[in-house]
């Protein structure tokens, strides 16, 4: 019956609802309704798996230099030409088409590999749900200990939490999840749950007690088994 979240209690392994988890995934999950918010998305995440939706959108993108499509053994992904500098850092193998020039953009950019691989990471945890290192990995074809060292970075921020949050998740796995998505999906499983034991009016209940207690017309007992049945 908490009205606030407690942070701490978060970090340990809480039952989130299913339910809950896919509402907030959805509601966080990237939206491109032109070439300008998939510009948008793509500055925040770094790199996408292409979108078969949003190819228009992509396509009118790299007409003007300024996305890129990026090719790897077994992945590919867009990337934005203000975050080419960085992508090209973590996958130093891509290959890219169109060829075009990086925008530096402004503010303070991560430097080395493993703040780089932290940054995209962060533009991920802001827009999915509670994801495995192995999840993660995956989707951004880089290796797992690469994607847990960045994790964990950004845990120490205070950006990540880890914990067991998916009820069908096997006790041994670890999911990561940002912050304040997974205080989202917490405050929206208490709702579930509180929903569930919302009690019921006054005149229900006053029906019910009538009932149950065989006064309401229709319901009463009579002779010796009756009171005996009222009595148990």
Known sequence: MRRSLDPSSLGADVALSAEAIAQVSDETASVARDADELH?????VCVMPPVVEWEDFFA????????????LDDAEFWVFAERLTLVQR??????YSPTISAVEPRGPQP??????IAEVLRGWLDATGPATVEDRSSRLALESPQVEAALIALEAEGQAMRGLFSPDLEEDQTEWCNRRVLARIHRLTLRRLRREIEPVSSADFMRFLQRWQRTASGTRLHGADGLLQVIQ
């Not at 948008?40 to 925040?44: A, E, H, Q, R």
Request: charged share 20%.
């Open 40 to 44: 948008d998305t793509l500055l925040s």
């Open 60 to 71: 009118e993108l790299a007409g003007a230099d300024r996305a890129t499509l990026l090719s």
């Open 90 to 95: 973590i996958y130093m193998d891509g290959q």
């Open 111 to 116: 430097d080395g590999l493993s703040a780089s």
